[in-house]
Structure formats: structure tokens, C-alpha cells
């Protein structure tokens, strides 16, 4: 897939999505999920000087890591989205993208409450039972 292909689907899913919920996430991760699935609390990990500097899924590490009271995704407020990853500046829209190949899933999750913490990344959001509403990849 194109990043605009990828961008079309992801804006097509927030606007079908966002006036019955509260709040609409995009979640990239490895584990295979079913649309209505509730996902699990996420880990937290603090002490990071990178975001992308994680502990690997399953590791003695990553168990210990403390874990939030929601799931992480990047928040699709849909400015938000276009600030980031997503911008043109960033990304020739109609290259391949790196996405499908650096991570096995991508979802659109949602719900109606949060528990954000003050030293979340930027863009995150921590949606309470967060349930999977589609799946892009």
C-alpha cells in the first residue's frame, strides 16, 4: 500500500467512527486482533529517552514494565494526524509504505473514557476498553 492509500483508509475509518465515539485511536502492533475484540492495558515505559525504545513483547523486561490503566494508540484527532506522520512533509504520498512492512497490525480502536498520564508521547492517547472497530492491515 501507498501512503495515500493508507491515509485514505485510516481518514475514511475516523470519519465513519468519530461521532459515536468519544475518542478514536490508530494502533500499530504485532498481535492479531478481531473487530469488537476489547484490547488489553498497555505497558508503560517511562524512563525512555526514545519512544520507539521498547523492550521486546514478551520478555522478562517488557512483563515488568508497568501498565497502564487503558490501551495506547496515537490519538486521530484528525489535525493531529496530519501534523504528524501522516504530513506530506514528511511522506511522498504516493511512495510504498515502510508501515505494513515495520509492523504486522494496524487498527482503528475506540471508546468513550481515557486515562491520560503527563508523560504520555506526543499524539498519544490512553483509550479505557478500547475496542477494535476496523482493521486497516
Known sequence: MTNKEIKELIENAYEELKDNHRYVGLRF???????GEICENSKHN?????P???PEYGTEEYENLPEFNG???WDLDISDMH???????YMDDNEKSYYPDEYEHCYIIV????N????????????????VKKIIW
Open 71 to 73: 490501551t495506547s494508540a
Open 83 to 89: 501534523r504528524t506522520w501522516f504530513d506530506s512533509n
Open 52 to 54: 520507539r525504545d521498547y
Open 116 to 131: 491520560n498520564h503527563h508523560d504520555r508521547d506526543y499524539d498519544e492517547i490512553i483509550i479505557k476498553n478500547a475496542e
Open 46 to 50: 517511562p524512563d525512555r529517552e526514545d
Open 29 to 35: 502492533e504485532d498481535k492479531e486482533r478481531e473487530i
Open 111 to 114: 471508546g468513550n473514557a481515557v
